[in-house]
Structures are given as C-alpha cells and as structure tokens.
C-alpha cells in the first residue's frame, strides 16, 4: 500500500526546520522555503529525529527493523556525515536536546551529556512506565 505510518515529527528551538519519519524514511525540511534538506530510507523506520537550530546537526534513532539499525544507538550526523553514535543499554524512548546538552532516555534511566564534547555528565533514574510527566532543558 502507499500509505505511510508516521512516527514522529518535529521543529527545531528557532522553527525553521521540521522533520518527520516514517516506518521506511525520515526528511528534514526548510520552514523558510519547503526544501528538503536531507532525508533517507537506509536506517529503515526512524524513531526520533531532530534537527538543532541553526547548525546542521541531526540526532536520529532507528526503530529497529532493518539489521545495523539498533533503537539502542542515537547517531548525530553532520549534513550526511555520521560524527558520533552513542550506544545504550535499552532502547532509547526518547531524546532531548539544546545548544549545550543532550539527554537520552530509556524506559527507567536518563543519559545527560554535554552536547560539545559528547562526555556522559550524568546518569539519572527515573520511574518505569510514567509517561504523563514532562522535561524541558534550559540552555543557562
């Protein structure tokens, strides 16, 4: 069939980029003019895909269906150039992310690292099956 599940959907902090992904592709696309500027089907299904304000930074977890492409691994790629992949011990559910962090979050634990060097900062429990709360990260 033609019809595509989607996954996930997006904006960057200053909205002037959105992604969106698919159980096949994900597409990054330009606000100011509806241009795309990357997309690709060779992860499979995307979980999670964002794009970090003005840079050309993208933060993309696979969801799992195509073989190499773990939902334990967050890869930041620069335009088409895989910088950094960060493997964890569970699928990661969800990821958040502003000029100076990154937090990754599986189903009970939160990785906080600085966005610059990549370092893991912290390792936070939280509780299991609690997906009514909400967390936002500041950039001060």
């Given at each position: ?57 993208y ?64 390792t ?17």
């Amino acid at each position: 069939s033609g019809t595509r599940q989607l996954i996930q959907y997006s904006f960057n902090d200053e909205g002037t980029k959105f992604t969106a992904s698919t159980e096949r592709l994900f597409a990054i696309y330009s606000t100011l003019d509806f241009t795309k500027l990357a997309a690709s089907a060779a992860f499979g299904g995307v979980r999670s895909v964002n794009c970090l304000h003005h840079a050309d930074l993208y933060l993309l977890v696979a969801s799992g269906d195509k073989p190499g492409a773990s939902p334990r691994r967050a890869k930041i790629w620069r335009d088409s150039q895989l910088i950094q992949e960060i493997a964890l011990p569970s699928t990661v559910e969800h990821t958040l992310w502003n000029k100076t962090h990154l937090v990754l979050f599986t189903d009970n634990q939160m990785f906080v690292y600085e966005l610059r060097t990549l370092s893991l900062k912290a390792t936070l429990t939280h509780f299991p099956g609690n997906n009514c709360g909400a967390l936002a990260i500041s950039d001060s």
